[in-house]
């Protein structure tokens, strides 16, 4: 007997020409190559992405959700999901920016108004702009947004802010009276200043340090929606918002998997060594070798197989639109939950054990392969996977939902 008192929904269909997918998955992988190709030595560098930001604009990947009339590829988000994928399977950095962009270019049509999310599509698909992001609420000081004359201002600070010094357009989360507002804010606004200060072990080329706003000027236009700009309760569709991140991170954990084990699959094949006992000529015949890639990509299969089931579940919740019930919302996000705890377990210990495979020479700091574990180690610590495991598991015993906030 099922458990859930509502159907489910079914899974998305994708609503875009294929052939639109698929060039774009294809334009992904290139890019993907490219990257991979320099990764090691642009980590060692912790330069700010400029150039890479620049080649996905070059490649037509920054527009891809913006319909075809406006110059994009009118692909769903489900879709945007597995270019983040492709990407982080050559450098987990960029595909961190990418995805965030996707999912903060959805946030318009979620919380404006439907001229204001229109306006941001066509300048998104005709500009192919570039969107950094100031959203996350912990660290640093409350971002509080006040009235000033028929204008208002923000001041605060955020400790991490990803491709906040890139962006052509800034997604902002601040208090209005209490109560949180988003922003849509141009690059270059008098009053914000990026400090550039990240140098964290991981995710280095993701423009992620802090940032300060100092009595810069918001318009009323710059804020989504409509009046009145408090005392609204956020309905189900619109606390979708935060499975859209949640999804990129999952997509860009298990890409960085999948591109972390063909890397030392590759390694292996041309420079690895059997062990002394092992009996065979080669490594590529050792039979522990081969039962840890074995074990390793049964396990990156499983845990992107149920990546690609938490996206089509967060696009048939898309599908539904405003009417979306506060159930269908929680089975949506659970889903993705599921797949965040899933694949961080996942993708943390492929990076680790991958070594297995190669031997100690794969350590050489020339090879930079420690990247992976780097990247992953890092950006899994956003949020504490283990009350990812406790959300999924409330909801399956006791039908609580996760309650909404920015990390649920």
């Known amino acids: ?22 060039a774009a998955l294809e334009r992904a992988d290139l890019v993907a190559v490219e990257l991979r190709a320099s990764a090691a030595e642009r980590d060692r560098g912790n330069r700010t992405p400029r150039a890479e930001v620049e080649l996905l604009r070059e490649r037509d990947l920054l527009q891809i959700q913006e319909p075809v009339e406006y110059g994009g590829d009118g692909l769903n988000y489900a879709q945007a999901a597995q270019l983040t994928r492709r990407i982080a399977r050559g450098d987990t950095s960029i595909a961190h920016l990418v995805g965030y962009h996707y999912a903060q270019t959805r946030i318009a049509p979620l919380f404006g108004t439907p001229e204001q999310a229109d306006r941001q599509s066509r300048h998104n698909g005709a500009d192919k ?25 923000l001041n605060g600070r955020r400790s991490f802010a990803s491709g906040a010094s890139l962006g052509d357009r800034l997604s902002v989360t601040a208090s209005f009276e209490g109560e949180l507002v988003f922003l849509s804010l141009p690059a270059g606004r008098a009053g914000f200043h990026a400090l550039e200060d990240w140098d964290n072990i991981g995710q280095r080329l993701t423009d992620s340090g802090g940032v300060v706003f100092e009595n810069a000027r918001v318009e009323r236009a710059e804020i989504l929606g409509a009046e009145a700009l408090i005392g609204r309760t956020p309905t189900p569709y619109q606390t979708l918002v935060t499975p859209h991140w949640q999804l990129a991170f999952v997509n860009f954990y298990i890409g960085t998997a999948e591109g972390a084990l063909e890397e030392a699959l590759d390694w292996t094949r041309r420079n690895a060594s ?12 050792d039979a522990y070798v081969l039962q840890t890639v074995g074990e390793l990509h049964s396990e990156i299969t499983a845990a992107a197989l149920l990546a690609d089931r938490a996206g089509e579940a967060l696009q048939a919740a898309l599908d539904v639109g405003p009417t979306l019930t506060d159930e269908q919302r929680a089975d949506a996000a659970v889903a993705v939950y599921q797949a965040k705890y899933l694949t961080t377990k996942v993708a943390l210990e492929a990076a680790s054990r991958l070594f297995e495979i190669q031997g100690a020479r794969a350590t050489t700091s020339a090879y930079g392969f420690d990247r992976h574990w780097r990247n992953l180690r890092t950006h899994t610590l956003h949020d504490p996977v283990a009350y990812k495991a406790r959300e999924v598991g409330d909801w399956t015993l006791n039908r609580r939902a996760p309650e909404f906030s920015l990390y649920r």
């Open 1 to 22: 007997m099922s458990i859930h008192t509502e159907p489910r929904l079914e899974p998305a269909r994708h609503r875009t020409d294929d052939g639109r997918f698929r």
């Open 129 to 153: 702009l570039f969107w950094g992001g100031v959203q996350n609420p912990r660290g640093g000081s409350e971002l509080l947004l006040t009235r000033d004359g028929e204008g208002f201002r």
């Open 274 to 285: 059997p062990w002394e006992t092992s009996g065979v000529p080669n490594a590529t015949d």
